[in-house]
């Protein structure tokens, strides 16, 4: 479904300068610019990631932008055009999320407003039946390899990464159902790129987290397991010359935001 836009927005000089710096172009390599699918990792509450996607954004004008935060049917429900970004938050009740906010993604719409919108949002109750039967009866187990059995070391890397991520508070029992709904939600991801891909053709821009745009076990992954042949380019983002884990096509450094104690809320 496309949420179209007429060109003539309403924009803040900030705004156009986050979207059109200089450099760019320069920014982003010709392995990007030759790609089918684009993903583009951040961390989630990170600004200066946001400001490269819009960046990005513009430079690959993509005819389609995925995004893990959108679940199909809130586009469903957002069908009319919309010229500032009161109104396409209205229209796809964004602020009335968890995700932040909607002043850090707005940009990454505006730098491509033809783009054709796809969501690939999986909610907690989307998650509940697949979750609750092995995931080789997943209808796309057998499209994207989630009935083959996961490595143990890759198991247990990606159960300790769930604990890290939620500061050792989870029990012990829980971590593999966790793992299984990162892994769909990476399903979710490969299936609406390829999906776009199909629909309006390249190049497509997903949007989300680092974890999702891993080569070696996210979407990516998974992209290559159904359709070896489209060429997939993946960034990561990484804050303050901190190592991001896992394997991408490039890892691009910005620096980080201030915050407070994220495990302080799990005591």
């Known amino acids: 479904m496309k949420i179209f836009s007429p060109r003539k927005m309403s924009l803040s000089a900030a705004l156009l300068a986050a979207l059109f710096a200089s450099g760019a172009n320069a920014e982003v390599p010709q392995a990007a610019l030759d790609a089918q699918i684009v993903i583009l990792g951040e961390q989630h509450d990170n600004p200066d990631h946001h400001a490269r996607q819009a960046r990005w954004v513009e ?3 993509p005819k389609a932008l995925v995004f893990e935060m959108l679940t199909p049917a809130q586009l469903r429900d957002a069908q009319k055009p919309w010229r500032t970004q009161a109104e396409l938050d209205a229209l796809l009740g964004w602020s ?4 932040p906010s909607f002043e850090m993604y707005f940009p990454i719409f505006a730098a491509a407003p033809d783009a054709t919108l796809f969501g690939a949002g999986l909610t907690r109750a989307d998650l509940r039946g697949p979750l609750a039967e092995p995931l080789s009866d997943y209808y796309l187990a057998d499209v994207f390899g989630l009935d083959d059995p996961v490595d143990p070391a890759e198991q247990a890397a990606r159960e300790k990464l769930q604990a890290d991520a939620h500061c050792g508070a989870l029990p012990e029992e829980i971590l593999p ?3 299984n709904a990162q892994r769909l ?3 979710a991801l490969a299936d609406a790129a390829l999906i776009a891909l199909e629909r309006v053709g390249g190049p497509v821009v997903v949007i989300t987290g680092n974890g999702h745009a891993r080569t070696d076990w996210g979407a990516p992954a998974h992209i290559a397991y159904a359709a070896p042949d489209v060429r997939v380019f993946a960034l990561a983002q990484g804050e303050a010359g901190a190592d991001v884990q896992g394997a991408f096509s490039l890892t691009l450094d910005a620096p980080a935001p201030a915050r407070g ?5 799990f005591r």
């Open 261 to 265: 104690d994220p495990c302080a809320a």
């Open 177 to 179: 159902m966790m793992v």
């Open 59 to 61: 430079a690959l004008q």
């Open 96 to 99: 009335q999320t968890d995700w």
């Open 185 to 187: 939600r990476d399903v």
